[in-house]
């Protein structure tokens, strides 16, 4: 996929996330998000303010889906540590890094915990524990 056409890519899901109520349950979805490449600076060009906050304020269903998803792919790299994942850890990490400053800035963060995937590091190992409000 070509520069243009994985930022036309990208920006159309950001697009779908604002818009839209996407399942956790599509995996197709989730797993298309974080496998374009993006840099970290196409990632804050693309999700601009605006979309950030219209996902916290329109879909928050959504933004907690975003932030569980991106969590459980986070571990299951750590569990799979092979090269071709370390690109989709990446992106995790841009969109989580550019989307929450905007729930700190209304002090939302507190409502996503209970469904965000708590990770355990044991013993070099990952363990995740995924709770649901």
Same mark, same amino acid.
């Given at each position: 996929?070509?520069?243009?056409?994985?930022?036309?890519?990208?920006?159309?899901? =950001?697009?779908?996330? /604002? %818009?839209?109520?996407?399942?956790?349950?599509? +995996?197709?979805?989730?797993? %298309?998000?974080?496998?374009?490449?993006?840099?970290? %600076?196409?990632?804050?060009?693309? #999700? /601009?303010?605006?979309?950030?906050?219209?996902? &916290?304020?329109?879909?928050? *269903?959504?933004?907690?889906?975003?932030? /569980?998803? +991106?969590?459980?792919?986070?571990?299951?790299?750590?569990?799979?540590?092979?090269? #071709?994942?370390? *690109?989709?850890?990446?992106?995790?990490? &841009?969109?989580?890094?550019?989307?929450?400053?905007?729930?700190?800035?209304?002090?939302?963060?507190?409502? #996503?915990?209970?469904?965000? =995937?708590?990770?355990?590091?044991?013993?070099?190992?990952?363990?995740?524990? #995924? /709770?649901?409000?």
């Amino acid at each position: 996929m070509g520069a243009s056409a994985s930022k036309q890519k990208f920006q159309e899901s =950001i697009r779908v996330l /604002t %818009e839209v109520d996407v399942s956790p349950d599509d +995996a197709e979805f989730w797993d %298309e998000l974080w496998k374009i490449p993006a840099s970290a %600076e196409e990632v804050f060009e693309l #999700i /601009t303010p605006e979309d950030a906050r219209k996902l &916290r304020d329109d879909r928050f *269903d959504n933004l907690s889906t975003l932030f /569980t998803q +991106a969590t459980a792919q986070l571990c299951q790299i750590v569990e799979t540590p092979y090269n #071709i994942y370390f *690109d989709q850890a990446l992106n995790c990490v &841009r969109v989580l890094t550019r989307v929450l400053p905007f729930l700190l800035e209304k002090g939302m963060f507190a409502l #996503i915990m209970p469904s965000v =995937i708590f990770v355990e590091f044991l013993h070099n190992t990952c363990v995740c524990y #995924i /709770t649901f409000s």
